[in-house]
T-cell receptor, first 109, second 115 residues
Framework: RKEVEQDPGPFNVPEGATVAFNCTYS??????FFWYRQDCRKEPKLLMS???SGNEDGRFTAQLNRASQYISLLIRDSKLSDSATYLC??????????FGTGTRLQVFP | GAGVSQTPSNKVTEKGKYVELRCDPI?????LYWYRQSLGQGPEFLIY????????DSGLPNDRFFAVRPEGSVSTLKIQRTERGDSAVYLC?????????????FGPGTRLTVL
């Protein structure tokens, strides 16, 4: 079983739609949690950190459920420019990041 | 300011050859990480440096892989006797300090193709 699991997609949604991605992690000692965005043939870039209290950044909302070892990302009012791969990432206090396989999002006009 | 840079951006080599991949971290960042990303997968950890020393090399797949950071800044990932399975994008990242909450900034990667 992979340490971080996410649905690879692709998710094909129209502009303006709301889309949600989920991710589960296996190491209960994991300390920090992130969503990274990766455009085709580019490097991953931090989208947002994820906290137990939930956090919001504009159209993006991230949530962490430690009891269920589950992380989510919600994107509201999708834009064409949101098309990318979204990587769920966990750090278990070993300094190395553990990445999921990524979920591909394609927003169409 | 300048981000993480990696050279070369692309490297094509033949099976059995030796390659070196270079990473220049963000100035002042003490922690440096190497990851490898295969097609359709997320990046996988290889090795991490704090200063000049390798703090964790548990992700290196075998003894053909080696990395150095002699002056605590630039790092070189070295692969001996390359195999076709080594083909991937090799990503370098740096962070200001070690620690689970420090953001890691990634370079553009080196795309290695072993023929």
């Amino acid at each position: 079983r992979k340490e971080v699991e996410q649905d690879p997609g692709p998710f094909n949604v129209p502009e303006g739609a709301t889309v949600a991605f989920n991710c589960t992690y296996s190491n209960s000692a994991s300390q920090s949690f992130f969503w990274y965005r990766q455009d085709c043939r580019k490097e991953p870039k931090l989208l947002m950190s994820v906290y137990s209290s939930g956090n919001e950044d504009g159209r993006f909302t991230a949530q962490l459920n430690r009891a269920s070892q589950y992380i989510s990302l919600l994107i509201r009012d999708s834009k064409l420019s949101d098309s990318a791969t979204y990587l769920c990432v966990v750090n278990s206090n070993t300094d190395k990041l553990i990445f999921g396989t990524g979920t591909r999002l394609q927003v169409f006009p | 300011g300048a981000g993480v840079s990696q050279t070369p951006s692309n490297k094509v080599t033949e099976k059995g050859k030796y390659v070196e991949l270079r990473c220049d971290p963000i100035s002042g960042h003490t922690a440096l990480y190497w990851y490898r990303q295969s097609l359709g997968q997320g990046p996988e950890f290889l090795i991490y440096f704090q200063g000049t020393g390798a703090a964790d090399d548990s992700g290196l797949p075998n003894d053909r892989f080696f990395a150095v950071r002699p002056e605590g800044s630039v790092s070189t990932l070295k692969i001996q006797r390359t195999e076709r399975g080594d083909s991937a994008v090799y990503l370098c990242a740096s962070s200001l300090n070690r620690g689970a909450y420090n953001e890691q900034f990634f370079g553009p990667g080196t795309r290695l193709t072993v023929l």
